[in-house]
C-alpha cells in the first residue's frame, strides 16, 4: 500500500471516529422542535415532545420519547388525543427511503389515549395525512396505561386501565383490564384478562382472552382464543350467557330474540367470516331446559339466523313472551292486561320482523303446564323479508295432535295473519283427565279452524278475525248428571246424586261457530246422547273478550220433575257465569205451587213434567254439512 493511500484511509478513520464521537455527543434534544413541526404538518394535529429524546441509530433505530403529547381532532372531547409518559419505539430504516412507514414495535408507558368517532362515524384516529399508506405496526404495547373510547351513534362511553401482569404472577405477560361506562347505552362493565398487544398482529398464533361482562342486565363471561383477533378472523371461545330477557340482547348485538324469562346458557362461540355459531349450548330460559345450535351470519342482508333447539322439559309459560303474554316476574315482562281480559296485549316487534331471516326448529320433548294436557311441541319457524310462518307448530295433545300453519305478514304498519288449525284424533278421557271417563267409550273430537287476522298483537288479532271453527265427536260419553242438571231435571239427577254418575253414550257432538270482526257466532251446537238432544245458541266475542251462550236440553225420556232451563253462560272471558234462565223456572214453579193449592197437591207436578220425546239427530247428515264447508274442507269423522 502506498503512503499516499494510507494517509488517505487514516484520515477516512478520523472522519468517522469524528463523526461518531458528534453523534454520541450530539444533544437530540435539538431535533424535538423540527420533529414536531413535521408531525403536525404530517397529521394536521398538534405535537410536542416535552421530555427527552434519545436516539439509538442501526438499520432498525430505537427512539425514546419522554411526555410525548399528540393533539386531537377539533371536534373532540378532549383536547389531546394521547398523553403518553414514555414512548419507546423501533422503525425499519430502509423503507423510508420508499415512502413506507414501518414500525417493529411500539411501547407506550403511563399513556392516556382518548379514541372517538362523530355521529357520522368519521374518527379522530383519522390523520389530516398526505402519506399515501398508512403507518404498518407490528406489535404494540401499553404498560399502565388508560384508554378512554366515545362513540354517540352506538352509544358507547367506556374507559379501560390497560396493565401487563407482571413475570411472577399468574397470566404473566397478559393484559389485564378493567372497563367501566356505558355499551349501547346500557351501563357496562368488562373485567378480566386478555394476550399481550405485542401478539395482536400474529395473524397464525392464536390469541388467549379470559373475560367477564356486564351490559345492562346480561352476563358474559368467554375463555378462550381468538385467531387474528385485530380483524376477527375467527373465535373457538368456551361462552356463558345470562340474562332476565334474551330480547334484551337485541339492542345490544342486534339479533332479533323472542322476549323470555331470566336465562343461562353456556356453550361454545364460533366466528367464521360474517358468521357468528353458538355451538353445542345448555341451560335453562325460565323454568325450561334449552340445548342446541344458534348461528347469526351478519354478512347476509338481512342478517340470517339459524337455530335447531332441543327442551327435554319446555314449560309452556315460558313461551308466553313469543305471544306478547306473560313470561314470569321480571322487569322487562309485559304489561299484563287490563284487568278484565286474558288475551296477550303485548305488540310484536314489527322491526324485529324485519331485520332478519331465520329458520329455527324447536322440539319439546315433554310439555309442562298446569291445566292443558299437552304432551310434545315440534315447530319450525321461518321468517323470510317480514313474512313469519310456523309450519307445522305441532302440539301432541290427549293422545292426538293440534297441528296448525301460521302465516304473518308484517310487511305493513299492520300484521296481516292467516291461522289453519287442526284438531286431530283428542281422545275426550285424556283431554279430561278429572272425569271418571271409560277409555272404551270416550270420544275422539276433530275439528279445525281457519281465520284471517289483522292487528300487532294477539288481542288485536283475535278481535279482528273472519272466520269458521268446528269441534266434532262421533261416539264417546258424557256424564248423565250434566246432561240432567242442563234441563234442570230434578226427578232424575236425584238418583244420579244418590247412586253415583254414570256415562251416557253419545251419537254425537257438532259445533260449528263463524266470525266476523271477532264475532263468532253459533252455527250448530249440538249435542245428542241417549237421554237427551243439548243444542246451543249465541255467540262468542273475541274483541269485546265476551261469551254469551244459551244451553237447551230436550229430553228423550219422562221426566216428573224438570225446570226445563235452559243454561246461560255469559259474562267475560276471564270471568264466565254459568246460571239456569230463573224466570222460566220461577214459572213453572209457580205454576206448580198453584196447581198444587187448587187441585189439594194432586196436579203440582204437572207443569213439571217432562214427557220427553226429543228425536235422535241425523248426526250423519249433520257431521256431512260441516265437514263439507268450503272453508274448513274438513274430513269426515269416521263411524
Not at 266470525?515 to 243439548?534: N, P, R, S, W, Y
Request: hydrophobic residues 40%; proline residues 6%; positive net charge.
Amino acid at each position: 500500500m502506498s503512503k499516499r493511500s494510507k494517509h488517505w484511509l487514516g484520515g477516512f478513520a478520523i472522519f468517522v471516529a469524528l463523526i461518531a464521537v458528534g453523534l454520541y455527543l450530539f444533544d437530540w434534544n435539538m431535533l424535538r422542535g423540527p420533529i414536531a413541526r413535521q408531525v403536525e404538518r404530517s397529521t394536521g394535529r398538534t405535537f410536542a415532545i416535552n421530555g427527552d429524546l434519545h436516539v439509538h441509530l442501526s438499520l432498525r433505530p430505537r427512539v425514546t420519547a419522554d411526555g410525548v403529547v399528540l393533539g386531537n381532532a377539533s371536534w373532540a372531547r378532549d383536547p389531546n388525543m394521547a398523553e403518553i409518559g414514555r414512548v419507546d419505539f423501533t422503525i425499519d430504516a430502509l423503507p423510508l427511503l420508499h415512502g413506507k412507514t414501518i414500525f417493529e414495535q411500539i411501547s407506550l408507558s403511563d399513556a392516556r389515549i382518548s379514541l372517538e368517532k362523530t355521529k357520522d362515524g368519521t374518527p379522530n384516529w383519522q390523520f389530516n395525512s398526505n402519506q399515501k399508506e398508512p403507518p404498518v405496526i407490528h406489535a404494540l404495547s401499553i404498560d399502565r396505561g388508560r384508554i378512554a373510547y366515545l362513540d354517540p351513534t352506538l352509544k358507547t362511553d367506556l374507559t379501560t386501565d390497560v396493565a401487563t401482569v407482571p413475570s411472577d404472577q399468574p397470566n404473566a405477560g397478559m393484559l389485564k383490564i378493567g372497563a367501566r361506562g356505558r355499551v349501547k347505552g346500557f351501563s357496562g362493565t368488562v373485567d378480566g384478562f386478555v394476550g399481550s398487544v405485542l401478539a395482536l398482529s400474529a395473524v397464525d398464533k392464536p390469541y388467549p382472552i379470559k373475560l367477564r361482562a356486564l351490559v345492562g342486565n346480561t352476563k358474559a363471561r368467554a375463555d378462550g382464543t381468538l385467531l387474528d383477533p385485530l380483524n376477527l378472523k375467527s373465535e373457538d371461545l368456551n361462552f356463558e350467557l345470562e340474562g332476565s330477557d334474551l330480547a334484551q340482547l337485541y339492542p345490544i348485538v342486534g339479533v332479533p330474540l323472542p322476549p323470555t324469562p331470566a336465562y343461562k346458557l353456556t356453550g361454545h362461540l364460533n366466528h367464521t367470516g360474517g358468521e357468528w355459531s353458538f355451538r353445542k349450548f345448555a341451560g335453562r330460559v325460565g323454568r325450561s331446559d334449552l340445548s342446541g345450535d344458534f348461528s347469526v351470519d351478519v354478512a347476509q342482508k338481512p342478517q340470517y339466523i339459524k337455530a335447531d333447539l332441543v327442551s327435554r322439559n319446555l314449560d309452556m309459560n315460558d313461551l308466553g313472551g313469543l305471544i306478547g303474554g306473560d313470561r314470569g316476574e321480571t322487569k322487562s315482562s309485559p304489561k299484563p292486561p287490563p284487568a278484565d281480559r286474558v288475551l296477550p296485549q303485548e305488540p310484536f316487534s314489527l322491526e324485529k320482523l324485519r331485520v332478519a331471516n331465520a329458520d329455527v326448529k324447536l322440539r319439546g320433548e315433554n310439555i309442562l303446564t298446569e291445566k292443558l294436557p299437552l304432551e310434545k311441541l315440534v315447530a319450525t319457524l321461518k321468517l323470510r323479508d317480514g313474512v313469519l310462518t310456523l309450519e307445522p307448530l305441532n302440539f301432541a295433545v290427549a293422545g292426538g295432535n293440534v297441528v296448525s300453519q301460521i302465516l304473518m305478514d308484517a310487511r305493513q304498519p299492520v300484521i296481516k295473519s292467516k291461522a289453519d288449525i287442526a284438531v286431530k284424533q283428542l281422545h275426550l278421557e285424556k283431554l279430561f283427565p278429572t272425569f271418571k271417563l271409560n277409555k272404551a267409550n270416550a270420544g275422539v273430537i276433530t275439528g279445525r279452524a281457519k281465520l284471517d287476522m289483522t292487528g300487532n298483537s294477539v288481542a288485536k288479532m283475535l278481535g279482528q278475525a273472519d272466520g269458521e271453527t268446528a269441534l266434532l265427536m262421533d261416539g264417546g260419553s258424557v256424564s248423565e248428571l250434566l246432561v240432567r242438571l242442563l234441563n234442570l231435571d230434578v226427578a232424575n239427577a236425584i238418583p244420579v246424586l244418590l247412586t253415583g254418575d254414570r256415562q251416557l253414550p253419545v251419537r254425537c257432538m257438532v259445533t260449528h261457530l263463524k266470525g266476523e270482526k271477532g264475532d263468532f257466532k253459533v252455527q250448530t251446537l249440538i249435542l245428542d246422547t241417549g237421554k237427551a238432544v243439548v243444542t246451543g245458541t249465541g255467540s262468542v266475542n273475541f274483541a269485546e273478550e265476551k261469551v254469551d251462550l244459551t244451553l237447551a236440553a230436550k229430553s228423550k225420556t219422562l221426566s216428573l220433575a224438570a225446570l226445563r232451563g235452559p243454561i246461560h253462560i255469559t259474562g267475560t272471558f276471564k270471568n264466565p257465569k254459568v246460571a239456569p234462565d230463573i224466570p222460566r223456572a220461577l214459572v213453572r214453579g209457580a205454576a206448580a205451587v198453584g196447581l198444587g193449592v187448587v187441585t189439594g197437591g194432586l196436579g203440582a207436578l204437572l207443569p213439571l213434567i217432562d214427557l220427553g220425546g226429543a228425536k235422535d239427530t241425523n248426526c250423519a247428515a249433520l257431521i256431512e254439512e260441516v265437514t263439507s264447508s268450503p272453508q274448513l274442507r274438513m274430513q269426515s269423522v269416521k263411524r
